[in-house]
Nanobody, 121 residues
Framework: QAHFAESGGGLVQPGDSLRLSCVVS????????MAWYRQAPGKQREVVAWLTAGGTPIYPDSMKGRFIISRDVPEKTLYLQMNSLKPEDTAVYYC???????????????WGSGTQVTVSS
């Protein structure tokens, strides 16, 4: 199973930007979807964005407009550019490879420790 190492989080002010990175232990981008998730305190983990195996980005309606997902296949790295951050974006952000047809309930990979994003003035 693939392992993931997320980084790039931090404490930022509302309106700031951050770019998160996720290094994958194996070359899986061309075979599997890859996605970013987040989990805020007391809430369930939710999907932020994902890439199809072919590299097409898909965003839930609630996430459209401020986040951009991308990848560097040779570097085995997934990125999440987050712009115009809001306090409600505060969460731990994770990446993983969702199994198709499971509505992001099952993953191919092992969850990493995530990276904390805190948006506060």
């Amino acid at each position: 199973q693939a392992h993931f190492a997320e980084s790039g989080g931090g404490l930022v002010q509302p309106g700031d930007s951050l770019r998160l990175s996720c290094v994958v232990s194996e070359t899986i981008f061309n075979r599997y979807m890859m996605a970013w998730y987040r989990q805020a305190p007391g809430k369930q983990r939710e999907v932020v964005a994902w890439l199809t195996a072919g590299g097409t980005p898909i965003y839930p309606d609630s996430m459209k407009g401020r986040f951009i997902i991308s990848r560097d296949v040779p570097e085995k790295t997934l990125y999440l550019q987050m712009n115009s951050l809001k306090p409600e974006d505060t969460a731990v952000y994770y990446c993983n490879a969702p199994v198709p047809g499971t509505r992001h309930s099952q993953m191919y990979g092992i969850w990493g420790s995530g990276t904390q994003v805190t948006v506060s003035s």
